[in-house]
């Protein structure tokens, strides 16, 4: 994800010190440490070893676990940039496990049943409530 889309993710996300913002496929974690700046605990899931690698040499708190196994019962923030299909199955299999109040932002994809709160170019936000 390219600088700007990170500044336009957290922007959305509204984060608020001490919330905690998950990366669902946190790469190399470069969105977690914005989120971390903007005053955010972070917690990062990642499947591929290099990028787990990556995101850990930077600092990252990052987990090396598959996105469909994370916990997500206590964020405030979700962060996730899913093709369509997957998309879906977030709607089915994750959004439930969210808290109400939680932030989703997705970054190019919107997901395909919900419609967003917010939007800046290709990033949308939606409130679980």
């Known amino acids: 994800t390219d600088a700007k889309t990170v500044e336009r993710m957290i922007v959305l996300a509204d984060i608020q010190p001490g919330e905690l913002a998950v990366d669902l496929g946190c790469g190399d974690g470069r969105l977690l440490q914005a989120a971390a ?36 019962s206590q964020a405030d923030v979700v962060f996730c940039y899913l093709v369509p299909r997957a998309a879906a199955r977030f709607e089915r299999e994750i959004w439930p496990r969210l808290k109400p ?4 932002v997705v970054n190019a994809f919107p997901l395909p049943n919900l419609k ?14």
């Open 101 to 104: 109040s939680c932030r989703i």
């Open 116 to 129: 967003p709160i917010a939007a800046d170019g290709t990033v949308y936000r939606y409130d679980k409530i």
């Open 37 to 72: 700046k903007a005053g955010a605990d972070t917690m990062g899931y990642e499947l591929s070893l290099i990028l787990y690698l990556l995101a850990r040499w930077r600092g990252v708190n990052v987990r090396y676990r598959n996105l469909w196994k994370a916990d997500v």
